[in-house]
């Protein structure tokens, strides 16, 4: 079975078909009512139905997409409730002008809204089809991007050294090392496609933090500062834990006396806001990094949240690093 294309309920892809659907709507009434003012006319009265009518196609799609349909029958909704709302439209947009004093209502016309309300339909299918195809293959690098950072060599042996020391001295902990290298492992093999919530992102950070407080010791200082009600919003697999250990390679690791890392959730009217804040040392400032992790978190998660993201990153005037994510919640 096919996978159905992206999201439909998302706000980004309403203002876009919003947009789309009107321009369509304008160029087609310019080639019937070339004159300025008649055009605007038309214009302006067709509007007032065919902007309910694209918001009802929308939250048909949006309802017929989380009854997990296949490919084809998704495909057979989209092209059918265009129809429908197209054809709702035309009769609306009849019955006012009837009622106003004008033409009775024309079953040919409604027919003929019907069928371009489909064919508007198939085109932003076909455009939201366009986007998920486009979305796998960045998943796909982001996974193997995550594959690779977790079985560098000095991240690996790093882990293993410190499972070793800790085998005679503390098995227990030894056990623990091991047990969150394997979560991470598991973590960077999952399905890219999928989606998490934030409680999961920070479970796999905490593992992480864990292995690497077994390196650091009190070099390495954590603040976590979470929100419970911040926990159920939706991210791609594996895009905290990149931010995570950048916080840890160029804050803590390069600074002589270690550093701070804090970790901080929260809800904002309507949003969940996550920020991963580390101190910045001489060392870090000497080794800054390419941006490689942030460009690829950020794309990642603009292509699931698109225009509902809110993604900064950079020095704050206490003359931290801070990364700060809003989501809608």
Known sequence: MRPVPFDACHGG???????????????????????????LAALSLTVVFTLPATVLWLGLQCWGQRRGWGYAAHWGWALGAGALAGGLAALARQAWI??????????????VAAAAGAGLAACVHQWLEQRRRLARPVADAARLAELQARIRPHFLFNALNSAIALVRVDPSRAEAVLEDLAELFRAATADAAAQVTLADELALASRYLAIEQVRFGERLRLTWSLDPAADGARLPP?????LVENAVRHGVEPAAGGGEVSIDTRCERGRVVIEIRNSVGAGALARPGLGVALANVRERLRLLHDVALQFEAGLDLRGDWIVRIGVPL
């Open 238 to 242: 594996l895009v905290l834990q990149p």
């Open 13 to 39: 892809v309403l203002l876009r078909t919003l947009l789309f659907v009107h321009v369509a709507l304008a160029l087609g009434l310019g080639l019937g009512v070339p004159e300025g003012d008649a055009w």
């Open 98 to 111: 009837a009622w106003l004093g004008g033409a009775a209502p024309d079953a040919s016309q409604a027919g």
